[in-house]
């Protein structure tokens, strides 16, 4: 099953990309919330193409319909559910290579658990535009985060090889955290940055791709949410953001790196700050036993460079069984980065909120 | 809520360090199971403690009873509970020291969450030891994993910044992935193994420990298992995965290093051998949109080093909140990478075995 | 959470009476299936009103749109979404009214659950037409069902004191239980048909409203569906039963009136049958220890009689806090069981979908 | 699967009727909760065979050990486990007639659904025994709605054609509610609870026996618990209540009798009494639209009688595949009633809290 998720809030989504429309089902929220529409079509443009020479000259209309659980202007407590419909497909495109299982995509893995009966045009069910629903739902846990003072924000941590600077793990500014989002390339070091842009827009003219990291905070989170084991944070927040189409790895506080400390390195040591219990260093970022602990919760997301690229590529025609060549056509995102960090806040989003009830 | 799990096969775990007794449920598994309870045991002691200078000295007796659901030498097809009961603790060890949170533990954050009312002693229910059913239910699914020719091995793939080769992604042969767990500190190069052996002794002489990298890989499984989103592999096993105390981090193929990888490079292509189809390479670890590929499953751990050092650790007390220091007594083992290897294969068996129903 | 429901099939519904669409989202269904959209609509208009005089006047276009997880007239296996659009809606109509607690509605219980943010127009959420999805969730699985030869089918049982005679437990005809689904009011005695309808318009002339009882089975099961205890046949279709708004009371078998029985006169005695083996007597309606046994599935829900009612009845003001009266206006139904009988076999058709998998 | 319910509290249950014990886990308790062992103990010797000539002479030990989440007096908000071990058990009794399918038995549908590996022994998983855990984790429940204000009690509605006094459903006093558990017979008309019994030992003594019905109200509730849908009161107090053995029919409010009213006579009409709002009839028995109305929670469950009858009955042998007769030897109880009441009402608890939280 692939699209349901949830304990207290439950998930529910569906769509393929050259589809009548797209949406999400989101059961579980309070009722009498206000809704910021503003707020939710800004997330849904940040992760929308077309926007910039950085990304697919594509563009999507990722306009959200409300259909349920919305009423004067505000929550019902009833299932919330919004669609996105599907414009600007060119459905033909794939017709002619449908056979040609693209490389790194999910095509092959589709065509043979489907039985061959899946929607193959532009990745269907397996298409990155099945996140603009995770971006909808996710804006709207972070509303709802945000109005209890818990701020979520990301910058670009790499791009391929082009590392940017990390968190201060132990404090971070929740409107600084916030300014992130009005920037559509949000990075710690603007100079860095630059670099990067090049880096992507190199890599179009070369008919290649390039992946990177993506560095997300979560800040003033009470402490004591989460569990020991199956939901604890981490398990929870992994699960979702595995989810993400692209992400191969993720890390908590310092992640892999701790691995290569001593204990007495690694350790977050305890000191007492007026009312407040806090951690010298914040190696874990900010989860201990699965739970938090008060301090910023911090994780690494890495994402893979976008597997449709226009260089000829080896692979297999599914139909015929036998080994063929495929140039991908087609208007795609050399670098998925800029477009995934909204999801991967979204799906923050709804996990925390899920996790906090 | 911390202990259940599943879609498939439902687990229900339960217990604390210094408890009664510790211990799981599964629900699910297929009626007529021959189950061979030497398997079971020996996955047990590689999880045991007390076995060399490598671990703890504690000896604790891991000796499981199954309550239910076995009969005749078989499963029934109705719920597996299997329970190991504590023996051997020192509980009076925690009464003197439970106000003082060790650094990098669940102490402090469970003690919020469950209000000062968890179990303290031994880390209670955060216990490394609730892992042992884990292992329990490991051992019954990777049984039956084997009767389909599926495999699953592990080595220790880094110790502090010490590092072992990497498993040939590619391929792997079934047999010598068996042979790691014949070994009680398994690597794929043994002049490596000796060097991290020495380091983890020197740790516990520096009364410090140390970290590392698990590496797993899971052979023979057919193409077309998991579901896009939310229970996609990585999805499924990341949410486990993060569930075994002390692990930062998860990696799929090549993980955070694809991040740096161009698209060209990265991207797995593919190739007919036989009746197959397979990949020239295997960045992606086996799993593509979510779902296997075919191609080994392979992905890293980052396991922490053990929080529990026996140095003086600047901390707080949580009743008179004020700042103090611990030091904590105790048999800890300096570094947890070589017990929770199983554990990782457990819960890895878990997760296919749910996928595959 | 209200709206989803599932183990191997998931649902998730959403819509409220006189929003802009209700829909549902089913995961978790087979790809290939070719589906008949001709019988989904049949199905659709077995529950739609303003079909005749039994019936509310109200038109309401039950026309479903398919959204998702269809494609070249099969089921792709990823999530099928469809919903309905909504139309012919008075919505001014329950302005004036919109602080008066209908009687037996779930216009008090809501407010109170909802803080008062629940959409109120024609009973939003609580509303009778969300079960327009259930059947076209429903007619996706009899469809299913029908092609593994599992037929479903039923009759309305009684109407106010008069009764219709009842299934022959023990030996049900495929084709005449089909038949049954082609009469807009399927009686086994049509002279008590005809009765029953005249006490419905009848009911309908005093401005007052009737109940009823529908008998519902399930032919052709395998043996062995279902599990003991939480998951058992039973506890599945209650759930779901007592979903559907108006159901009061659900019997399985020969139901309450097996509890005025001696264990002798109860008990369903086996026999040889060729290759199979089947019981004499069927009081237990197809079920044992939770689990199908190969006869009919026989069971009855009880549906109250429509709360709608235009006589004056005693209600309370939720805003002013006072005692009022209430004459209710609109197009009701003086009775639901007609149209509450596909929708009782579309929730039965999930459920068996469900568990057989 | 057949053990694992709940949505805020999981249970997960397990264990067969002559294994080494029963048990179940609970998991999602708050934190801190004294438990008054007495108390629980009581619960389980309500429902503790061997008490009298009205049930089975057979005695079993149901005292319960507590094995995890219990530290101290208290809950610790970590999974509660306890288990019951087996004793007093006659195993051998079953050898020679494992293969005559007991009338009316789980025993078939066990043995096909579980290709004749489940223990057959007392009926396995599908003894009545396995309900002493539920007793537990109800009595745990119990307490915690009590200190809520929240009482649930019970009495034999009807054994046979025997039939009590119902509940006034409008009005019931707490501490009478309660005092019901005090009578291991409990009636609200002794004269006709003194003729039920002697319609129990005549069953018993003619080798046979009696089913009843059980009726059961819940007080004190707030306005406002359950959801429409699938979450529904009845819905899930429906899938707990079928889930105790031989219960096949459960109705809320006047039921089955709903169904032959006119709306006008079945509608509660509201009245303000102070600061509540109340209804002046309760024929919906405290539930509309799925949700609490704050009226007294009241359903009837139909019990079959007890299917262990020592006549002489027809039968299949499995194994043989031939037709049969068996006698059923060993101490059964020529009615389940008394000894299920205690059952439903744990399982209502159970259902209560889950709703509530």
Known sequence: MSGVWGNKIKLSIFGESHGKAIGINI??????IELDLDYINKEMERRAPGKNK???PRKEEDSFQILSGYFNGRTTGTPLCAIIHNTNQHSKDYEKTKNLMRP????FTGYVKYNGFNDYRGGGHFSGRITAPLVFAGAVCKQILESK???IGSHVKSIEKLEDKSFNMVEIDGEKLKALRENSFPVLDESIGLKMQETIIRAREERDSVGGVIETAVINLPVGVGDPYFDSVESTLAQLLFSVPGVKGVEFGVGFDISKM????????????GDKIKTYSNNNGGI???ITNGMPLVFKVAMKPTPSISKTQRTVD???????????????DPCIVPRALPVVEAVTAI???DLLQ
Chains 1, 2, 3, 4 share one sequence.
């Open 288 to 290: 201990l036993g699965g």
């Open 262 to 273: 001593k204990g007495s390195e690694a350790n977050d040591e305890y000191y007492i700050d």
């Open 149 to 151: 003072g818990i701020v």
């Open 351 to 353: 996990a925390i909120l």
């Open 54 to 56: 950085l990304g697919t």
């Open 318 to 332: 599914i139909e015929k069984k036998e080994n063929a060549e495929i140039e991908i056509q087609g208007r795609h």
């Open 104 to 107: 790194s995509h999910g095509d």
């Open 27 to 32: 059961d579980g929220l309070e009722p009498g």
